[in-house]
């Protein structure tokens, strides 16, 4: 149980120019499940890593509990770590893989043997114990790379993209047993992924990087809703938003014809910038096909039986956009019907520099 | 062991039979003058030494003459005992040191590890003839002449590079978030060797130390020149079973027989280990 | 938050360098003992290189600047035994290497006796060197009585003293039969690195047994190959015992270990000029390993 902080923690990899994880400022409460997530080269790895002690920090602090763990070796921060390709010791039967840390510990073997059957309970690993890696499956080896961190009831779980080797479909399912767990243990889990949909389903909170920097860390709703800059928002939600070039004509903005619908504040915003350079977002269950929008052609249409999503190509003065609409259920539409698209629900408007103004 | 698994459908029959019937026939040739001195050793001199026979009466004579103990002479007994200790002691040797080194360069390697290799290895272009003269005078310096320590110490020398250049490549084949996982479980340098990185890269010290064993016991050239008399080496326990007068061939097949079945031994036994060392990562 | 921000560069670096000694402290036992061991000696044969020193006579060693350098150049034996070298290792190394492959393509399938028959090949390599010539010489090679001679003359052929007349020849025929087996271990390795299903899509799209080897075996076994040589040519250009054994050092078998033996431990008593001969032989070497290491082949090359 521990609260762990990041307090403008970098880290600059010697010999290149930029950070790879720049002031990271991330507080996570006790027992929190807090997820990183970003595209490669975000950094998120390293933030993890720096956790753990296995990259060294060149700027800032970590604290675990209260306590500076910045310059520590891993021994010494008590910490668990699941690894991307569960890192198992394969001249090692499973038990003897749950077991190993405490045996470093010196935990005397009674004790050890107790943990150990206990871990491997709560994770049905009871009938593997004396099998060795090699001859498990990819969940069931994820499973062990999960009981060697429980076993050792740390402090603080680590987990470097732990589900991305297994299949679609066991990714699933062992998602929301891992979440189910955490809750159980109560421990304070960080998680990197790359996946936006596992960091919305499974986080607590959620922490969005981008070339090393923190862009937005708030729960999953708030970023869904209210996604601090473009970036945020193109990468939070499956289908991506749809993110629009926009005209400033007057204090409206216009997508050829269409008007985008601005609420008072922003209007006002907008009618106060001194820029005209502005980009609207909107999500795909916020477009809907009715007369008068903008008109364009039908490119794709993804039917994915609970719902659809059609991929429209417009043309207007302004140029060529490709939206994404949502429909529920099963679409009547085809490729190449002409269709027209107008927007039903709320809008987000980013300035020049990305930032999105005040709804 | 092969990489070729089952039968495949339309796999050619008959050319696969004739191909391992080449195989065989191959293998028989190359073992043959191997066979043919295990056969001379059984001879007396007479039939050594006269147009090739098959056929003959079979003796021990040879074996007893040889393995008999004379006065003055380098005993088969002594010489088996001195390969021995300097055989194994060397290896030994070798890698309790050529592992931490391997350990050095492959994982989280120094920055220069390419050139320390390098070094390693150019150590072996220096032709053993051309410094016989100042190991010579450093042996009687150190007053190591005739010992089987001044072997042990060259031995140990003379097989290092080759084992670090093999270990290094082994232990660059386990992979980095293993040794991580070890670390955040509480291992240090040596509990990382001895509990993750030696179980995976066993077949491998195997291989490297069958091959300082093979290349140790069969060294002749140091041997003669420091250890003329009481510390001498089964190799040149062989050569010296060439005596000035009458014929001496069957002799010393015997003897070479008899020199030579340990290291065989060693060799049949672990040739499968040797291929799966080398397969394992000898190359990287 | 207006602190300022804790800048670490300092302990890092710190860290960073006891890290870097945490690293190389592995290294040294093993690298302390082998520049003892070879060091020294090595100095000291470039110090004697230096001098002139003659065993036969009392006069004292003397220094001499690079004049045994200097005669090294006009010395025609040891152009002989450097051709000589070459030669012999060049050959020794590529047939080693061709039957080697060879025999590794053989056994890699599944037949009846597979591993009896990998056993009966290996032997040759675990053989003494002073065994393997003195067999080939007196029972091979033998005029009167080897078994080769006594083949020829079934056929029909006067018999030739193989020894004597083709020393060279001979010798790299006893150096091929015993380092095959050890090209074909490695070769071996090599072949079950291979990717079944690889081997499987070539067979599909059609291709022949050679066209198979020679697009896609070959290619992967080339690190393997490259070690082969390496290894190799390490050990046979330092050929000794065998040329001894076999041909007594017949001049167009005499390679520079042996011509450097013969000047000095072996009758030449040149000390000084012998080791002149053996620093030369080095720095040769040297150069040649770079060239071959660093340029021709990835095995230096960092995997991570």
New interface residues.
Partial sequence: MAEVRYEAASRIYPGSEEPAVNALDLHITDGELLVLVGPSGSGKSTALRMLAGLEYVDKGSIFINDVDVTLKPPQERDIAMVFQNYALYPSMTVGENMGFALKQAKVPKEERRKQVEEAARILDLTPYLDRKPKNLSGGQRQRVAMGRAIVRSPQVFLMDEPLSNLDAKLRVQTRTELADLQARLGTTMVYVTHDQVEAMTMGHRVAVLKDGILQQVDAPRTLYNEPKNRFVAGFIGSPAMNILDVERIDDKLKIGSLDVPLTPMLAHSVSVASTSDFAVGVRPEHLSFTDGGLVGEVVVVEALGSESFIHVRTLHQGGEQLLVVREDGQSAIQRGDQVAVTITGPVHVFGADGERLEA | MSSKTGAVVGQNRPVSFLLGLVTWVIGLLFFFPIFWLVLNGFKDELDANSTPKLFFDPTLEQFTTVTESQAGVLSFGTAFTNSMVAVLVSTFFVMILAVPAAYSLAIRPVRKWRDVLFFFISTKFLPIVGVIMPLYILGQTLDLLNTRTILVVLYTGMNLPLAVWMLRSFFAEVPKELIEAAQIDGCKLFGQIRSVILPIVAPGLAATALLCVIFAWNEFFLAVQLNPQSASTIPQWVASQESGRGNFLAKISAASVLATIPVVIAGWVAQKRMIRGLAMGAIK | ?SQT?????A??KR??RRE?W??????L???L??IA??????L??LF?SLTRWRIDTTDPREFIGFENYGSLIGDKFFRDAAWVSVQMTVASVLLSLIVGTG?AL??????????F???????????????AG???K???FNF????LN?LIRQAGFEGTEFATKYPLASVIIVLV?QW??FMM??V???????D?SV??AA?VDGATSWGTFRQITFPQLR??L??GT??GA?YL??V??HIEVITGGLSSSKN???Y??QR??GGGNV?GL??A???V??IA??II??IG?RVLSG??????
């Fill in positions: 938050m921000v804790i800048d670490r560069s302990e890092v860290l960073q870097g945490k690293r190389r402290l592995p290294l036992p093993a690298l003992f082998t061991v070879t060091q020294i000696p090595f000291f044969t004697y025999l053989l056994l890699d399938r599944k037949f009846v006796g597979q591993g028959v990998r056993t009966l090949l290996i032997t040759p390599f675990l053989v003494m060197p002073v065994v003195f067999l080939w007196s029972q091979m009167t009585n080897g078994v006594w039969w095959s087996p271990l490695i071996l390795a090599g072949l079950q690195g291979q079944a081997l499987e067979k690190p393997y490259e070690l390496l290894l390490i250009i330092q000794y015992d520079l270990p042996f450097i033996a000095s431990v000390f012998a080791s001969y053996s620093i032989v080095v070497s040297i390993a770079n290491l095995l230096l090359e960092d995997d991570s």
